[in-house]
């Protein structure tokens, strides 16, 4: 599938309407035939509601297109060549998502690690091992360029290949001290994502969206750090709801940032102490390759279908 220039501006305009998140996006695709017809229709069916939505203008789009180009981005669809496959077999995955730098790395077999912002010593040094064994064994590193743990996986996975997904528009990274990181996974020829538009600023809900973003991209997710109220816990949860490996790292029952990690292993999460109890829980699915291809596509280079509701959003209907 490769959309045309008109159908990713149809696209596009209608993801970043009002109230028309990834699962809506499905069903109006499904129901129209494609993101033009649903354009035209979606004022009518939001007026019966009393909530009128009109769709961002084709010049709006657009521009959007246009400056994302100037930084270096381009808008890639689900189902196009450069989505990363293991995303596209998500039922939650984004229609649209913003690349920057080598598209190609993100499908290659890949390992989320995710944990705390106020990250121990020793769990900056374990995730520092980890990420570099996981390189060196041919994985990339995904992760969501937070401070503590997120950042320090990326620096350790620079060289053999990391992605970065962020929770808002391509030029607003979050925190803004992490643009230098940024630069550097670029350099490195790793990738960037994200699923915001442009010039959009993370608020708290937006994290949640990211997070399903870093465990849809990878085989499975490794926690090093936790607390019980844990973001991270987040994209575990999206991992186990996406049918990919949970990990996580023991750690102190006297340390409060251990207490979500150590839940993990109890309800079933497989410990890792090292590299290997990583690789070799996910061989079998590398020789089995993709298990889900193709994200539920019909026939036709602009028709989804829907598997299940996926993100909380409000109805439009």
């Known amino acids: 599938m490769q959309l045309t220039d008109g159908q990713r501006l149809d696209w596009l305009r209608l993801i970043r309407s009002e109230g028309v998140g990834p699962r809506t996006f499905r069903t109006l695709i499904n129901r129209f035939g494609g993101a033009g017809a649903a354009l035209e229709a979606l004022p009518t069916l939001t007026g019966r509601s009393g909530r009128r939505i009109t769709p961002p203008s084709r010049a709006e789009a657009e521009d959007e297109i246009a400056a994302a180009a100037r930084l270096g981005a381009r808008l890639v669809a689900l189902g196009e060549g450069d989505y990363p496959k293991l995303l596209q077999a998500a039922d939650s995955a984004p229609p649209l998502i913003a690349i920057r730098g080598e598209a190609a790395i993100l499908n290659r077999p890949a390992i989320a690690i995710v944990g705390s912002r106020n ?16 390189g060196e064994a041919g994985l990339v590193v995904v992760s969501g360029l937070a401070r503590g743990i997120d950042a320090r996986a990326h620096r350790a996975a620079l060289e053999p290949g990391t992605a970065a997904v962020l929770a ?113 829980a996910i061989a079998p699915l590398l020789e089995e390759g993709t298990r889900k291809q193709g994200g539920g596509f019909e026939q036709g280079a602009d028709t989804l279908a829907l598997d299940r509701p996926d993100l909380a959003e409000g109805s439009i209907f």
């Open 119 to 134: 990250a121990s010593a020793a769990g900056l040094a374990f995730t520092e091992r980890l990420a570099r064994g996981l």
């Open 168 to 280: 808002g528009g391509q030029d607003r990274i979050y925190p803004a001290n992490h643009a230098a990181l940024v630069e550097a996974i670029l350099e490195a020829g790793g990738a960037v994502l994200a699923e915001m538009p442009m010039g959009w600023e993370p608020r708290g809900r937006d994290f949640p969206r990211r997070n399903r973003i870093i465990s849809g991209l990878a085989y499975g997710t490794v926690v090093v750090e936790a607390a019980r109220r844990s973001g991270s816990l987040i994209t575990a949860r999206f991992a186990l709801e996406q049918g990919r490996e949970v990990f996580a790292v023991p750690g102190s029952p006297l340390d409060p940032r251990a207490e979500g990690t150590n839940d993990l292993i109890r309800q079933g999460a497989t410990l890792v102490a090292e590299v290997a109890h990583v690789t070799k």
